[in-house]
């Protein structure tokens, strides 16, 4: 079986966001995933988020590239247009696409295969260019389709379910992203949608490169003793920086939080996100420290989660090409052709 | 030297022998524009190595009143100014031809050749006694040499001056001192290099009226316009020899034509990307997206594209490739020419593939292809090779000018509108309803419930859903068969032209071979060879090809390349017999001649007339 059909009936009192959509919009064909797969639970959260964020569904652009990770766009947001481009180089599509119309939201999925092997160069020049997008890496440390071989982001000395010790330093796309000016970083846990949701709102509500690493484990390949991304192991590991309580996009706070705990960041687009502190001293607007507290928690063997720095004032790829507010496919003749008399001026230029 | 000196009007070949970086390529230039100016057609060339300061480079003029634009061979006279090059340079001047050099340092006899006149001018030790800063001393140094060669060639030097007050608009003080070394310059010629002081040469230029309303320019930057006309809005790329000039050409096209009068704002995205897979991953996404997208690359870079390039044939995603070929394989003569990509690019990538490519033959169709590029992409639905060449792309080329029709409409192909998804139209991405092997397509947030579908490289059905169901695959591969046809009959049709008498003999050629062609048949028919010519302009091949060599008992193929690469296509898709079609190759890296096509065939067609054609087998 290749394709399996999601009955079409709703129940006729499920709830509908403001723009009309129950929950069951957001759903796409059924997974053909492993049962307990933490990529399920991510497209879940995806779902979530869209809904609650009010997204139409077919305004929604979802990418990915090739792996596990990259079928999942097929099991949710059934009304988008969806994209399966080739391996590694889903950054390099979701640019164009996004250049051809800036208004759609851009949603790339990839593995740790594909963002960190294969991938690591578009991963790397997406991210310092800029491009408005929510990239999520759902990461397990582990080739699943190829039946288990070690990722680039596998730690070293973490043992595969054959028993095979991991030689090689793990490739930390946060550190990447960080460093390379991704303005939205975060890394979530596909075991805890109470953490994820929110991450992938305020990627959505972000108006540049937003970045989400999410520990996925892998059930069939990487979840067993010895792994660092087991359900286990994550869940021992899982030190939380900051959470996000919410974002309000219609820039009117709803509730006042305790002072001191959360911080209010004003959005480029005039929306507001409130974080709230869960490390001591934490400043995740700071990205140099955001760097340290990542690498220091690894160094104690932790793993960071939550939203690590944020840009909330960030801007985009199209801001620094200074390119027309209209989307550049929907420009024609008028705009684009200079016309036969301006020719004849170039001709006369080249005489 | 006496007797034998080449003495001629408005038909030669000059060659700058110079070091890159001295400043000597806007003289040379100069000299080309010049001559053009008093009407005479020209057609330069710039040889050159990949690199930025202090190697060897040429620049080939070939002279031609009679408007021959291909290059010649021969050299009539060197003007030799880079002592590395010295031996070579002198080497390859004709017979009773000149050799112009500085005469700074008196150069030991055994240097010259005595079949030659030899004009020595020391160019050094005046620009030295003229001037301070090191800089103005080499610069003025060609400017001084093109004084001279005025004065010897009876260029007219108020046209010069005309070309400097066009140059330097603005800058007075560049002007006037320009025209004070180009005076220096005529002054010492007409005092030392002119009887009674010496015997002056033979070439001479004269005003005549040969060039009309053409225009003179590369073919990258014309290829670049043909983009802007042609409403491309996406421009992907990544810096390779010699095809950068197109983006760069792009941009500054751009930058006058295509900002928002009342913003300010771009209506384009230039994006220099990390490399050439990520230039064709954002032309390909923004095809997907419904933004014209086009990059520009050689060989190389269409190497590392061709996972991509067949995403975008099986997804079939509009997908436009400017290709200016230089010499392979690998990294292979990056600044010399070739037309070595075809097979890689009518071929590119896994699984059974095929593209469309478009074969320009100068400038003025660089333009007018790469226009037409993006509404075949659009149109069919799939990439859409324009496949250029060093030769045209990177020399300044004596073309018809530029035309656009103010009635022409972008074709953006089948795209359903929301309006015909709400009216019920049946949407089946990848069904064939019109019968020409196209299907329709829906942009991404047209409807809110209508026409989304996954874009994938695996197989699928009619209507997106992932299949590996035969049937389902063979429905697919065996419609883009049909639509390659549907290409075929869309792309530009070839150009034939008949012999001045009846003949058995054709000859097939395309893209820069064009102008060594048309003048190699004039040659062979003055020596009593007479062939019916087809000029191909695109890939796939229309059934017209296949009637021309039909219709011949010989057909040659004329291509620049080692292993008759056009050849292999006519073979390979008409299914021709090899032995009908005649290999005449031509791949040293220096663009093709007339006296090597016409020694060519020639040779061939005295050994067809003593050895009987192998019959071909009729089945």
């Not at chain 2, 330069?44 to 031609?64: A, D």
């Not at chain 2, 810096?239 to 983006?247: G, K, L």
């Not at chain 2, 478009?358 to 859409?384: G, K, M, N, Y």
């Not at chain 2, 190759?585 to 003593?610: C, M, Q, S, W």
Request: charge should be neutral; glycine fraction near 10%.
């Amino acid at each position: 079986m290749t394709f399996i059909a999601k009955p079409k009936l709703h129940h006729p009192t499920l709830t509908r966001n403001k723009v009309g959509y129950t929950r069951r919009d957001y759903e796409g064909k059924v997974s053909t995933l492993c049962a307990g797969c933490g990529h399920d639970s991510i497209s879940a959260a995806i779902i979530q988020a869209c809904w609650e964020m009010d997204i139409q569904p077919h305004r929604v652009a979802k990418l990915s590239g090739i792996g596990c990770s990259s079928k999942t766009p097929d099991y949710f947001l059934g009304a988008s247009h969806g994209f399966n481009t080739v391996h590694g180089r889903m950054p390099s599509v979701l640019t164009g696409a996004a250049l051809a119309n800036r208004e759609l939201l851009y949603l790339g999925v990839s593995g740790d295969g594909d963002s960190a092997s294969i991938g690591i160069g578009q991963f790397a020049h997406a991210m310092r260019r800029g491009v408005r997008m929510v990239y999520i890496v759902e990461n397990n440390g582990v080739y699943g389709l190829t039946k288990g071989q070690f990722s680039a982001t596998a730690d070293k000395g973490s043992k595969s379910k054959k028993g095979v010790v991991n030689p090689d330093n793990p490739v930390d796309l946060i550190g990447l992203a960080l460093q390379l000016g991704a303005t939205y970083v975060a890394r979530g846990f596909s075991g805890d949608k109470a953490q994820l949701v929110p991450l992938i709102k305020g990627a959505i509500g972000h108006g540049g490169a937003a970045f989400i690493d999410v520990i996925s484990p892998c059930v069939a390949f990487n979840n067993h003793a010895g792994s660092t991304r087991s359900y286990d192991y994550v869940r021992d590991h899982n030190e939380a920086v900051a959470r996000i309580d919410f974002i309000d996009l219609a820039a009117e706070l709803q509730a006042a939080p305790a002072p001191g705990e959360v911080l209010e960041l004003p959005q480029a687009d005039g929306s507001t996100m409130r974080l709230r502190k869960l490390h001591e001293g934490y400043d995740a607007t700071d990205r140099r420290a955001a760097m340290n507290l990542v690498h220091q928690l690894a160094a104690e063997g932790e793993i960071a989660t939550g939203l690590l720095y944020v840009d909330p004032q960030a801007v985009d790829l199209h801001a620094a090409l200074n390119t027309v507010a209209k989307p550049l496919n929907t420009l024609g003749a008028a705009e684009l052709c200079p016309g036969a008399e301006a020719l004849s001026r170039i001709n006369a230029g080249l005489r | 030297m006496s007797g034998n000196r080449i003495e001629s009007v408005n038909d030669f070949v000059v060659k700058f022998a110079n070091v890159n970086g001295s400043g000597s390529a806007s003289a040379n230039e100069l000299f080309a524009k010049a001559i053009l100016r008093m009407g005479v057609p020209v057609s330069p060339r710039n040889i050159f190595p990949s690199n930025i300061q202090g190697l060897p480079t040429w620049y080939e003029v070939r002279v031609s009143e009679a408007g021959w634009l291909g290059r010649r061979g021969g050299i009539d006279m060197m003007v030799a100014m880079n002592p590395q090059t010295w031996d070579a340079d002198v080497r390859e001047v004709e017979p009773g031809g000149y050799l112009f050099y500085d005469s700074t340092k008196p150069l030991p006899p055994g240097a010259l050749r005595s079949d030659i006149t030899v004009i020595g001018m020391p160019v050094t030790a005046i620009c030295n006694a003229t001037y301070e800063d090191p800089r103005q001393r080499t610069l003025f140094k060609n400017i001084m040499v093109l004084g001279a060669l005025s004065v010897l060639m009876d260029i007219d030097p108020t046209v010069i001056e005309k070309l400097f007050g066009e140059q330097y608009k603005g800058k007075e003080r560049l002007l006037e001192s320009n025209v004070r070394a180009l005076h220096a310059g005529r002054g010492f010629a007409k005092d030392h290099l002119q009887p009674p002081h010496h015997a002056g040469i033979g070439l001479k230029v004269r005003r005549a009226d040969a060039v009309g309303d053409k225009i003179f320019v590369e073919g990258n930057a014309a290829a670049a316009l043909g983009c802007v006309y042609g409403g491309a809005t996406v421009c992907a790329w990544y810096p390779i020899t010699p095809s950068s000039s197109v983006a760069e050409a792009f941009a500054s096209y751009c930058k006058k034509y295509r900002h928002d009068g009342a913003t300010g704002q771009a209506n384009y995205a230039i994006v220099q990307a990390e490399d050439e897979i990520a230039s064709i991953g954002m032309v390909t996404g923004a095809g997907w997206n419904g933004a014209r997208a086009f990059t520009a690359t050689s060989g190389p870079g269409v190497s590392l594209m061709t996972e991509f390039i067949g995403l975008a044939y099986f997804a079939e995603i509009p997908v436009t490739i400017i290709d200016v070929q230089r010499g392979g394989p690998s990294t292979g003569m990056p600044t010399r020419t070739q037309q070595g990509d075809l097979i890689s690019s009518a071929y590119a990538s896994h699984g059974d593939t095929k593209h469309v490519m478009l074969l320009p033959q100068d400038p003025a169709e660089c333009f007018e292809f790469s226009a037409a590029a993006l509404d075949l992409a659009d149109r069919l639905q799939t990439p859409v090779f324009v496949m250029t060449d060093l030769d045209i792309g990177m020399n300044q080329r004596l073309c018809k000018p530029f035309e656009w029709d103010e009635a022409r409409a972008y074709d953006r192909g089948k795209v359903m509108s929301a309006e015909e998804l709400e009216a019920g139209k049946d949407f089946g991405r990848y069904k064939d309803v019109d019968g020409d092997g196209i299907p329709w397509r829906t942009l991404p947030g047209t409807h809110p419930s209508k026409g989304s579908y996954f874009t994938r490289g695996t197989t699928r059905n009619a209507y997106a859903i992932y299949s590996e169901a035969g049937p389902d695959y063979l429905y697919n591969v065996q419609r883009l068969l049909k639509k390659f046809a549907t290409a075929a009959t869309l792309a530009p049709q070839p150009e034939v032209r008949a012999a001045a008498k009846k003949t058995r003999l054709g000859v097939i050629y395309f893209g820069s071979t064009a102008p060594a062609m048309d003048e190699a048949l004039t040659a062979l028919a003055a020596e009593g060879i007479h062939l019916d010519a087809l000029r191909l302009k695109a890939f796939p091949f229309p059934n017209s090809v296949a009637e021309f060599i039909a219709n011949h008992d010989h057909v040659f193929v004329v291509e620049q390349n080692r292993d008759a690469q056009m050849r292999t296509l006519l073979v390979n898709e008409l299914e021709i017999d090899p032995a009908w079609l005649i290999k005449v190759l031509h791949f040293d890296g220096t663009p093709i001649t007339a006296r090597f096509i016409t020694e060519a065939i020639t040779k061939h067609v005295h050994a067809l007339a003593v050895a009987p054609r192998r019959e071909r087998i009729v089945s």
